[in-house]
């Protein structure tokens, strides 16, 4: 490729765009993300309240081209304009629904879904007034056509906007017992279901195909080794729309590849259930991993992570697996704080975990969550840009 164009690539991701051109370089920068506006015309704050009793927002996504705006609330899926007046909601459901991405080319958007017989599938039942009989562990990869989301409270299950995708490899991780030196342990990796979800090219690339990389949850214990690694699983969307199925919550499907197309680990020590929200920035080439931080006290224990996606994955025996494992292990960007005794890096900012997402240029929103006083959960986006100091890696647009 000549090297005019190359600079012109790099530089029209990171400005606004100047004639059809520079437009469509955009788009090949990273097409799953709209090309970022001036900064004066974006809103600084977009404000949304569930009138529905849930749980706390659990992701986000825009679609600057489109003016849209998505919140997970758990048991409930809201579309926005910018301004947050309600669009369109997805309803129904009875699972936890966490973090999203969007693919605005295809207009369609993707999530973790987990039906759970533990404290959380009951407490969620509990919450909505419903039964809390048994009910089998189902992980899932829903998609929701977002195009077909044109009025609120569609049903999830006979509205016509979402399918899922069967996820046997999770249900095995999650249902699993390992033995590590003397003592039987639960969950396979400490694995408690699924949630962080992002969309982005191939690790080590930075452009071409785009994958689904979601995060197998990992519960926070102090008492195992082998719980140290964030682990995320790789699927071609393409794939996934080959078993894509309509909902049916009463008799959950089974349709889905038999594993990931790969797993991938990223050694930042344990943390309380995983990645929280995981998202693609096509500004650094980072994927950024919020998550509730963790308690081991050998490791610095941040909330914030990025991996550097630029970096191909290299094949390693996994620390604190016994008997030993090999994985294909991602890498931690140089950036943030560095803990020299574990080798991790990250940042102390407690920011992103109920969502973050990249708009470009450096720029995000970022979810803040609370409660009204009549108990409704809401969701107030604030606008960021990057700054990647030691001590933080965001600060607020104002």
């Known amino acids: 490729m000549p090297a005019i164009f190359h600079m012109l690539m790099k530089w029209s991701c990171l400005q606004k765009p100047v004639g059809f051109f520079l437009l469509g370089v955009a788009l090949i920068c990273h097409p799953t993300k709209a090309q970022t506006p001036s900064i004066d015309t974006l809103p600084r704050r977009i404000y949304v309240e569930n009138s529905e009793k849930s749980s706390h927002v659990q992701g986000v996504a825009i679609d600057l081209q489109r003016g849209h705006a998505y919140f997970s609330f758990t048991t ?34 993707y999530g973790s879904i987990e039906y759970k017989d533990d404290a959380i599938g009951r407490g969620i039942l509990k919450q909505m007034g419903r039964e809390l009989g048994k009910r089998e562990n189902t992980f899932y990869i829903g998609i929701f056509d977002t195009k077909k989301m044109t009025r609120e409270n569609i049903d999830a299950e006979t509205g016509g906007v979402m399918t899922t995708v ?43 195909k785009l994958y689904v990389n979601v995060d197998a949850a990992i519960y926070g214990d102090l008492q195992r080794e082998d719980n140290d690694y964030q682990v995320i699983l790789q699927y071609d969307p393409d794939k996934l729309e080959r ?110 975990t109920t ?21 409704r959960e809401y969701c107030d986006l604030r606008l960021y840009r990057w700054v990647g100091t030691a001590d933080r890696a965001f600060e607020e647009v104002r």
């Open 76 to 109: 409930k899926l809201i579309k926005t304009d910018l301004k947050g007046n309600i669009l369109a909601s997805v309803t129904g459901l009875t699972c936890h629904l966490g973090c999203i991405d969007l693919d605005p080319v295809s207009g369609k958007l």
């Open 166 to 208: 069967f996820l046997p490899d999770v249900v095995k991780f999650y249902e699993d017992t390992v033995t590590v030196g003397q003592r039987r342990m639960a969950h396979r990796f400490g694995c408690s279901g699924i949630d962080g979800l992002s969309i982005g090219p191939q690790w080590g690339k930075t452009d071409g």
């Open 243 to 352: 078993y894509a199925t309509a909902l049916d919550q009463a008799k959950p499907h089974h349709n889905g590849p038999k594993k990931a197309d790969a797993y991938y680990y990223v050694y930042t020590g344990n943390t309380e259930f995983g990645i929280q929200n995981l998202e693609y920035d096509a500004h650094n080439h980072y994927w950024l991993a919020a998550v509730y931080k963790g308690k081991k006290p050998q490791f610095p224990n941040y909330s914030l992570f990025a991996i550097d996606g630029t970096r191909k994955p290299v094949k390693q025996t996994l620390r604190g697996f016994v008997p030993k494992q090999k994985g294909r292990v991602l890498t931690l960007a140089e950036a943030g704080s560095h803990h020299v005794e574990s080798g991790v890096r990250g940042w102390p900012q407690a920011i992103g």
């Open 355 to 375: 969502g973050i997402e990249s708009i470009g240029g450096g720029y995000y929103y970022i979810s803040h969550n609370g409660r009204t006083k009549d108990g």
